[in-house]
């Protein structure tokens, strides 16, 4: 079992807390606020509700958290070592040598700073990297890596394994790359309140509304490509060039930094979002964030294209009861209704699942497809046994009913976490040849592993099966 320790856990070491802790690793917290296990403990409470809904499949079991009084013990026998503390360069060198200390010669040292180079983090002697991620740490996926070469190489297999995108910044700035772009845009916002132009709201109203959907699934430079029309980014560039030079920005005026400034964004910021907590503004956050991965990782864009990856490194689940399992996963809160439980067209989602897999084991998988067969489903029965709810873990079995033919009957058991059959899915599916549309028998490859599921489950009891699927399929 791998090990990452946690030095800090505020709100990016408890993120990172998370990160690694969903992803199966062990994580030993150091920390002396008394606070911290609380306040990580409510990171975790998020975190739980928010990655796992970025997946179509199960998880790895979450490792085992731990938090120590003692530094030392808390890094001994870490393969990665994260140092959060605050953004004081003196409290960085005082405690990353005895992180170098206490870590193995093998061990990975990120650092969080958002702003040093690695070349200021370390004293003679301390061999630490730049780690910089972003808030929430658990959902999004980009690492900041700047550093030795050859620690950033490892680091970043590292990260890739827990679903994350590590970036290396060829050479070492102050703020690194997202920061600096960020500073910028900051500087702007505040000109804007301060002189009276606009309003915190107004101001995230324009991101929200226009440019920030824009730069989730494509950022900067590849927009304004499409900006510059079929010449492309050449044309962009002579069009709205010139524009560099008129006094648009006060980038390099900065506003005094003063109370009057402070009670001035504070007191809209808050009048903005008072109406919610903390809390409240995280989980919002968490599941529009959620529902922007999953949109682009059905494109393969951005973000999503990372969890699209992560998820595929994800070792198949084996057996259960006998039966192949074809679906684990976490159930969402946008599975589940008013009511609190999973609603009723999520169980067809989860048994769409199991049948996409199950069509993947028999051959019928995405290069079949595109070789233009498929099978359709004709006609589904679903019986909700028991309440699901959001956070429950749901395994799915497949059996296979029969075989023959143009038809592929498949009988779907799901299961809650503790073991509970929650519903039934039978599901009846018609052989198609994509190019006319109408049923056509399979290739013989597929009929033949078809055929030896068939076999391998040939007199097992599939109770509520056949009640009421087959009746179309019959006709067809």
């Not at 824009?214 to 430079?221: C, E």
């Not at 159930?331 to 008013?338: A, H, L």
């Not at 909700?384 to 873990?393: I, N, T």
Request: net charge negative; charged share 25%; glycine share 10%.
């Amino acid at each position: 079992m791998s090990k990452a320790a946690m030095i800090g856990g505020g709100v990016i070491g408890g993120g990172w807390t998370a990160r690694f802790l969903l992803n199966g690793w062990d994580v030993a917290v150091f920390d002396p606020d008394p606070q911290a296990e609380r306040k990580i403990g409510e990171v975790l409470d998020n975190a739980r509700r928010a990655l796992p809904a970025l997946y179509d499949r199960a998880l790895p079991p979450e490792g085992r958290l731990t938090f120590h009084a003692d530094l030392t013990e808390a890094v001994a026998g870490s393969d990665w070592v994260q140092e959060s503390v605050p953004e004081t360069l003196a409290l960085k060198h005082g405690i990353l040598p005895a992180i170098q200390k206490a870590a193995g010669p093998e061990a990975v040292i990120g650092s969080s700073t958002s702003g040093f180079k690695p070349s200021e983090l370390n004293m003679p002697g301390t061999r630490a990297i730049v780690a910089h991620p972003f808030n929430p740490v658990y959902l999004l996926p980009l690492v900041e890596l700047v550093g030795d070469p050859a620690t950033c190489t490892r680091a970043a297999g590292i990260l890739r394994g827990i679903g994350m995108y590590p970036l290396t910044v060829r050479k070492e700035i102050d703020a690194h790359i997202a920061d600096r772009l960020l500073e910028a845009v900051w500087r702007e916002a505040l000109w804007l309140v301060k002189d009276g132009i606009a309003t915190t709201e107004e101001i995230d109203e324009a991101i929200r509304m226009g440019f920030g959907i824009r730069w989730a699934q494509m950022g900067l430079f590849e927009t304004y490509r499409i900006a510059g029309g079929e010449a492309g980014m050449a044309h962009f560039m002579a069009q709205f060039g010139p524009a560099l030079s008129w006094p648009w920005t006060k980038l390099m005026d900065v506003p005094e930094f003063n109370n009057d400034l402070v009670e001035l964004i504070a007191s809209q910021s808050d009048a903005q979002s008072e109406h919610l907590s903390i809390r409240d503004l995280e989980r919002l956050r968490d599941d529009n964030v959620v529902g922007m991965i999953r949109a682009l990782r059905r494109t393969g864009s951005g973000a999503g294209s990372v969890v699209r990856a992560h998820e595929e490194s994800f070792p198949r689940p084996g057996e259960r009861n006998g039966l192949p399992i074809t679906a684990t996963r976490q159930v969402p809160v946008s599975w589940t209704d008013y009511n609190g439980h999973m609603n009723e067209a999520p169980y067809l989602e989860a048994a769409s699942l199991a049948t996409d897999r199950f069509m993947q084991m028999i051959g019928a998988d995405a290069a079949y497809v595109a070789g233009g067969r498929s099978y359709f489903t004709v006609e589904n029965h679903v019986r909700y046994l028991d309440e699901v709810h959001a956070g429950d873990r749901l395994t799915v079995t497949t059996q296979v009913l029969s075989g023959q033919g143009k038809r592929l009957h498949l009988f779907h058991r799901l299961w809650r976490g503790d073991d509970t059959l929650a519903a039934t899915v039978e599901t009846m599916l018609i052989h198609t040849d994509l190019s006319t549309r109408r049923s056509s028998e399979p290739d013989p490859a597929v009929s033949e592993r078809l055929s030896a599921w068939v076999s391998s489950h040939a007199g097992r009891d599939a109770d509520g099966a056949g009640r009421f699927v087959g009746q179309t399929a019959r006709r067809t």
